[in-house]
């Protein structure tokens, strides 16, 4: 294959993973603690609406990284056959990306993004917190956050075996 176009796809799978794990971490570390004095039910509009229209892209994205990282190895990389992923340590680093970039995006798909709805679609828990009770609501975006914690081990381990490979 052409060398441009691996490094298109390089580009590509680099700019999705930005995106990606950029995406993700900034609703973290940049929205929510910037929404956070303000008051609960305003929160709760501007996150689960933020949530609501992101999540699509950052799938899109996260399968992006995934599919790119496929070609990367096989079609533009030294993986031909199944003894190159199970017998070379290229296609060992591989493999364990391809699981974890798949288990992480799964994750956040049925299970972080779930509950992170389940807790912001609840107004009730909301307007309970509003009125002066904020303790149930607490323990739930604890439990969001802790959910949501499992995805950016995985980002972690991902950045890691980048490294390696
Ligand atoms: C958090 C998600 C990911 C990030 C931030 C990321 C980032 C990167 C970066 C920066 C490179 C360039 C490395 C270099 O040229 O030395 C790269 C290459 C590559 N990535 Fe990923 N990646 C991610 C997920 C994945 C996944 C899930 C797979 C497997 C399906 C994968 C497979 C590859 C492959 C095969 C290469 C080419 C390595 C080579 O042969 O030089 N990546 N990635």
Request: a neutral charge.
């Amino acid at each position: 294959m052409p060398w441009e176009l691996h490094q298109a796809t390089l580009i590509v799978h680099i700019l999705l993973a930005i995106m990606w794990v950029g995406g993700i971490l900034f609703i973290g570390w940049g929205v929510y603690p910037a929404v956070r004095n303000m008051n609960v039910v305003t929160q709760r509009e501007i996150l689960l609406r933020l949530m609501q229209w992101s999540h699509k892209y950052l799938t899109g994205a996260g399968a992006g990284v995934i599919l790119t990282g496929i070609l990367l190895g096989t079609v533009f990389g030294p993986i031909s056959q199944w003894y190159d992923v199970i017998d070379t340590r290229y296609g060992n680093i591989w493999l364990t990306a391809l699981i974890v970039g798949t288990l992480t995006l799964l994750w956040g798909v049925f299970v972080g993004y779930r509950q992170f709805c389940n807790v912001f679609s609840n107004v009730e828990l909301w307007e309970q917190a509003d009125s002066g009770d904020r303790k149930p609501l607490f323990k739930a975006l604890i439990n969001v956050a802790l959910l949501e914690s499992v995805e950016v081990a995985g980002f972690m381990t991902l950045l890691y075996l980048m490294v390696l490979l």
